[in-house]
C-alpha cells in the first residue's frame, strides 16, 4: 500500500501518462512503495523532485522491422529500445525476441534495470530493448535476417559510450553474433563494446554464459548465510525455467551441495527426485532446442507434466523462479510457504506477482528480488566491456571471482540498506534504496 501523499501524487502521474501498461505500473509501484521509507529519512528525495524524473524514460524508441522468410515473404515486426536512465554510465540492458514483447515489457524490464545496474557498483545506467520477434520455429537464415533488419535501424542509437545492448529471452549468442556483425559492416568499427555476450573469438567475456545463474547462487548463499546461518547444502531446489539463467542457477546450486529436482520450460515441467541429470538438460534444450519433456525418454526416475505452472507444488527448501514475469502468484506461494520452503530468489525478471512477494516476506521467507539477485549478468557484461576497452581478456577464475564478489556486495548493501530504512530482512526494499540512492544523487549533481 502506497500511503506517502507525495509518492501517491508521482504514482497518479505514471498512471496517467503510461496507460494500458501493467508490468510497468507493477515495477514503479513496487519501487515507489519501497522509497516511502527512504522519504522518512532523507526528504531532500522528495523536495528535488528526483523521483518524478526517475518514474520517466530519457527517451523511448520503436521502429520498424522488415525482414524476408524462407519463402521470399516480407514480414514485419515491431522493435524497441527504451533508454531509461544515463545519470552513471552508458545505458545497458539486454534485448528480448519475444511474442509478448511491447512497450510496456521494455518499460518495466528498462526501469527495475537502472537499479539493477546501479546495485552491481559499476558505471553503467539502464535499458533494455526488443521486438515481437518470436526465434522458435524460424531457420538460422531467417534469424539471420531478422537480427540484421532490426540493427540497421538500432546501430544508430547505441555505442561503447551511448548504449551498449545484450542479451535476454530468445536472444543468445546467435543473436548476438549475427547483430554485432551487422553493426561493425554498418559502422565500419570493430567497436566491441558496443555490444556484449559476444562469442569469445570477438571480444566475448569468459563466464558471461554463466554469469547470471551463478551470481543468483552466488547472491542466495549469501542471504542463506548472513540472515539464517544456512547454506545450499543438502537442500532441495526448484528452478523453473530451462534457459540461460535456469541452467547455470542449477550447474551452480548442485555443485553448491543442493539437489535441483524440477525444472520446466513453457510446455511443462519435469520432476526427478533424484536430482536433475543437468548434461541431459543442456542436450536437449541449448543444443537441439527441444522440450523439456523429452528428458523423460532418457531418464526414467523422472515424471512430467504439461502444466508449468505446477511445478511449485513440488516440496522444496529454496525456490528459484527463472522463466518469466508473474510467473509465480499468491496460490502458487501459498503452497510453497506450506510445503516448508525457507529461501526464495528470483533469477528471472520480477516471476513473482506484488501478491506472491509480500506473502513470502509476512511468512519469513528469505526473499532475494529480481534485481539484486540476477544482476551477475550485467555485471560481467560490464566485466567484458572492461576487457574490451583494455584489450584484455581475464581468465575464468579472474571473472569468477569478480562476480563471487560483486554478489557479495549487493547482498550487503541491500541487507544494510533494509535495516538503515527500518525494515531489517527485507531485501526488496532494501535493493530498490541501495540502488536508487546512488543514482538519484547523481541525477541531482547533474542538474538530472
Ligand atoms: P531463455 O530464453 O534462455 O530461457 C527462458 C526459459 O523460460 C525457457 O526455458 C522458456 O521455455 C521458459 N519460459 C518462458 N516462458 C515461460 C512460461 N510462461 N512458463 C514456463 N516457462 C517459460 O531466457 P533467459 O534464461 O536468458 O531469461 C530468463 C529470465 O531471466 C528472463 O526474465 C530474463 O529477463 C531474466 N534475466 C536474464 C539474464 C541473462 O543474462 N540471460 C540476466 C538477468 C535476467 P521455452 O524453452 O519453452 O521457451
Known sequence: MLENKYLQKVYGTVVKRNPGEPEFLQAAREVLESLEPLLAIRPEYEQS???????????????RVPWYDDSGRLQINRGYRVQ???AIGPYKGGLRFHPTVCPSVIKFLGFEQILKNSLTSLPIGGGKGGADFDPKGKSDAEVMRFCQSFMTELYRHIGQFTDVPAGDIGVGGREIGYLFGQ????TGRSE????????LSFGGSLVRPEATGYGLCYFVQ?????????SFKDKTVVISGSGNVA???????????????AMCDSAGFIHDPEGIKLDVIKEIKLDRRGRISEYT?????AQSSPCNSDIWNVKCDIALPCATQNELDEKATETLVKNGVIAVAEGANMPCTLGATEIFLKAGVLFGPAKAANAGGVAVSALEMSQNAQRLSWSFDEVDAKLLGIMRGIFSSSYDASKTCGRPGNLVVGANVAGFIKVADAMISQGF
Do not use: W
Request: a neutral charge; hydrophobic letters at 40%; proline letters at 3%.
Open 84 to 86: 531509461f536512465n544515463s
Open 297 to 301: 525418454d532418457q531418464v526414467p526416475s
Open 192 to 199: 566491441s563494446g558496443a555490444l556484449t555476450g559476444k562469442g
Open 183 to 186: 553493426y561493425r559492416r554498418i
Open 247 to 261: 541452467i547455470y542457477a542449477c550447474e551452480k546450486a548442485t555443485a553448491l551441495g543442493a539437489r535441483v529436482v
Open 49 to 63: 523532485g528526483v523521483i518524478e524524473a526517475f518514474v520517466e524514460p530519457e527517451r523511448f524508441i520503436s521502429f
Open 222 to 230: 549469501e542471504m542463506l548465510h548472513g540472515m539464517k546461518q544456512e
